[in-house]
């Protein structure tokens, strides 16, 4: 039985750590596309003012 429940604590704590692992990856990844927007907006947003400002 110990074996058993040893085997079992080993196989939950690895699936936990790649849920955490894949649940950061994907949270990591959605940061760093939100942050890719605001800079393009930012940048779109610069460019268009100053060609409203030109015109």
């Known amino acids: 039985m110990k074996i058993i ?3 079992a604590t080993r196989t939950i ?10 649940v ?9 596309f939100i942050n890719l927007g605001i800079d393009i907006g930012n940048w779109l947003f610069k ?3 100053k060609k409203i400002f030109q015109n």
């Open 5 to 7: 429940s040893k085997e």
């Open 47 to 49: 460019n268009n003012c």
């Open 13 to 22: 704590n690895g699936g936990l750590v790649a849920t955490v692992a894949t």
């Open 24 to 32: 950061a990856r994907g949270a990591y990844a959605a940061i760093g």
